[in-house]
Every structure is written in C-alpha cells, then in structure tokens.
C-alpha cells in the first residue's frame, strides 16, 4: 500500500508561481511513476505531468510545457510540481498518483492517489 501526501496549492495572480509537493510512503517497487493530474469545475480530469522514479525520464502535457517543471526527490520520496507563468486556466483541483503502467498520460492506469489541492489563478 502507498501512501500519498500532497500540499502547495493556493492562490495566485496571473503570471504567478506555485509549487506543489507530493511525499510517499508505504511500499512501492519497481519502476514506477508519479504522475500530476486535475480536474477543472465541470471538466474531465486531464494529465499534466509524470516522473520515472528511476532514470527520472519527464513527460507533460502540451498546455504545461516549458512552463511546468516536474521533479524528484529520491532522499525524501517526493515529487514537485514547480508551476511557473500560470494562467486562468490552469485553475483545477490537482491530484498526485503513483503508478507502474508503461502508459503514464492516463490515470485510469495509476494505482494509489493523493488527495487534491487546489491551485486558482486570478485573472
């Protein structure tokens, strides 16, 4: 079983940046990912982001690239999510996951969940 801890949302202005925090515990084995994801009022939820925890292999979504950043740290078992010139639109609830599929851009496919943060940017 793992364990996902997420904090760092908030409220930000246009242009702004927030970093969100994703810490596990528990088990987990071999190559697996984290992957970022949320979910906007009335949307389905989409993919922004995922790490290979090993060899650290990125992936993002085309509406976050060059502004998003993920990253890990393998002492603390915690993945980042530096969100930089954010926009209205990336307003949305976002939620971390672990999973060991070879396919990280669908959560369908993702084993364990955090629980959601709340990022909103003002316009």
């Known amino acids: 079983q793992v364990q996902l801890a997420v904090s760092g949302g908030g409220l930000v202005q246009a242009g702004g940046s927030l970093r969100l925090s994703c810490a596990a515990s528990?088990?987990?084995?071999?190559?697996?990912?984290m992957g970022w994801f949320r979910q906007a009022p009335g949307k389905e939820r989409e993919f922004v982001a995922a790490?290979?925890?090993?060899?650290?292999?990125?992936y993002y979504a085309d509406s976050v690239q060059g502004r998003f950043t993920i990253s890990r740290d393998y002492t603390q078992s915690t993945v980042y999510l530096q969100m930089k010139s954010l926009k209205p639109e990336d307003t949305a609830v976002y939620s971390c996951?672990?999973?060991?599929?070879?396919?990280?851009?669908?959560?369908?496919?993702?084993?364990?969940w955090g629980q959601g943060t709340q990022v909103t940017v003002s316009s």
């Open positions: 996951a672990v999973g060991y599929s070879d396919y990280l851009r669908d959560g369908r496919l993702y084993d364990y």
């Open positions: 528990g088990r987990t084995f071999g190559n697996y990912a």
């Open positions: 790490i290979r925890w090993s060899g650290g292999s990125t």
